[in-house]
């Protein structure tokens, strides 16, 4: 990892970059399956985790193919850093940058902050989610499910249900998908749905129902409460009555298949039976995230043009 190459959204990327990352990830997802040795391209790199936020799937998910792929990780969090005496993020990243990472995995609250770190850091930066701007890798691993379920993209009818506004999840999903071929709606209630949304080449439905009959997969995202999302709703149940998915609302359409990036609200925007149903690729959804990061790392590693 010599020069910096980023990887920070599906925004700008082509379709042949998209299908060669995910090509990687299917080859690493079929190593993986079968227990084959996994090649550490990336033995030696010293890698780090900024996760400015709160994090399961992903962090736990860099880590791991961090170690699978031969990289030395260290993990940072707010607590117990120096922010607590006053120190500025750019310092911070100063101060990281002197200790020569190679790469930069990193969460944050704010829209951009990924990018600010790539204009300051000689490594690569991924960006692991920042703000409601885009979280690259989630949308890959959702392009993959998808991908692995329906064995192509194009054409499909996919359908983001939920709090589209505060979701950088919805961004990623709409870059990527579009840009290979699939055709994208959103759903919910119009204080979820940004302003203007149709400008990105996406459909608006009001009617669940009609959403779940009209489309081959739905993306199903949680109402962000930490994000104060509750606010622009009535009530969660509500909600949940208008929009929640169930069992009763999948029978509409028995073929649709269901995403969820996590971590679900159960009974608000999704039900357990739901979840858990042979309509879920919730946890094929996680399994795909490793592979997706070991792509990102590889081809990062190879000077792949990620940009
Ligand atoms: N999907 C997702 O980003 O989950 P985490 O916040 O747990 O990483």
């Known amino acids: 990892m010599n020069h910096p190459n980023h990887f920070l959204g599906l925004k700008l990327l082509s379709r042949d970059q998209i299908e060669e ?3 990687r990830a299917s080859f690493y997802r079929t190593s993986l399956d079968n227990s084959n040795k996994i090649t550490k391209s990336c033995i030696g790199k010293n890698v780090i985790n900024l996760f400015f936020e709160n994090s399961t799937r992903t962090r736990v998910s860099f880590e791991l193919a961090e170690k699978i792929i031969g990289m030395n990780a260290v993990n940072f969090s707010n607590d117990g850093s120096s922010f607590s005496k006053g120190e500025s993020l750019l310092d911070t990243i100063k101060n990281l940058n002197a200790m020569k990472f190679d790469c930069y995995v990193v969460r944050h609250s704010v829209p951009g902050i990924p990018k600010l770190i790539s204009q300051n850091v000689e490594g690569n930066v991924i960006n692991a989610g920042d703000g409601a701007a885009e979280h690259p890798t989630q949308g890959l691993l959702d392009i993959m499910s998808l991908n692995r379920y329906f064995k192509c993209i194009k054409g499909l009818r996919i359908c983001i249900v939920g709090d589209i506004s505060h979701s950088r999840v919805a961004m990623s999903n709409i870059f990527g998908l579009r840009t290979l071929g699939a055709k994208v709606s959103v759903c919910g209630p119009r204080s979820f749905i940004p302003k203007n949304i149709e ?5 608006v ?6 959403a779940i009959k009209e489309h081959d997969a739905i993306n199903v995202l949680r109402v962000q409460l ?3 999302a509750g606010s622009l709703l009535p009530s969660l149940q509500e909600y949940s009555k208008f929009y929640g998915i169930t069992m009763k609302r999948i029978s509409l359409n028995p073929k649709i298949k269901i995403l969820h990036p996590g971590p679900m609200n159960i ?3 999704i039900d357990y039976e739901s979840s858990v149903s042979r309509n879920s690729l919730i946890f094929d ?12 790392f590889d081809l990062l590693s190879s000077n792949k043009n990620l940009k």
């Open 285 to 296: 959804q996680v399994t795909n995230g490793l592979s997706i990061r070991l792509a990102i």
């Open 267 to 269: 009974n608000v925007e």
């Open 205 to 210: 439905y009001d009617d669940i129902d009609q």
């Open 199 to 203: 400008a990105l080449g996406v459909e």
């Open 21 to 23: 990352i995910l090509d």
């Open 226 to 228: 930490e994000r104060d």
